[in-house]
């Protein structure tokens, strides 16, 4: 069983940073792939990024690359999304997630979530 926390969110300009992270209870966290998606009102939660349990692997969605960073930290039991140049269409509720397996794009593949935590970016 692990259990995820999100922190960092907030509110923050269009074009400028923030960094989430995302803290795991269990010591089985440096084998689970983990993942961060988005939820904005009124649209289905989407995919962000994932990194798979060595951190050796990434993937971003079309709208984030080049503007975010997902990474990991195995013996802080935490996993990171630096978000720079930020966007307004960014706004949206973000969850961190983990998988026992490999991980990927899909939601559906994970078995365990955060609470979320509300990113704002204003124009």
């Known amino acids: 069983q692990v259990q995820l926390v999100e922190s960092g969110g907030g509110l923050v300009q269009a074009g400028g940073s923030l960094r989430l992270s995302c803290a795991a209870s269990?010591?089985?966290?440096?084998?689970?792939?983990m993942g961060w998606f988005r939820q904005a009102p009124g649209k289905e939660r989407e995919f962000v990024a994932f990194?798979?349990?060595?951190?050796?692997?990434?993937s971003y969605s079309d709208s984030v690359k080049g503007r975010f960073t997902i990474a990991r930290d195995n013996a802080k039991n935490t996993v990171y999304l630096q978000m720079n140049s930020l966007k307004t269409e960014d706004t949206a509720v973000y969850y961190c997630?983990?998988?026992?397996?490999?991980?990927?794009?899909?939601?559906?593949?994970?078995?365990?979530w955060g609470q979320g935590i509300q990113v704002t970016v204003s124009s």
């Open positions: 997630a983990g998988d026992q397996g490999i991980g990927g794009t899909q939601a559906r593949l994970y078995d365990y």
């Open positions: 269990g010591r089985a966290f440096s084998r689970y792939a």
């Open positions: 990194i798979s349990w060595s951190g050796g692997i990434t």
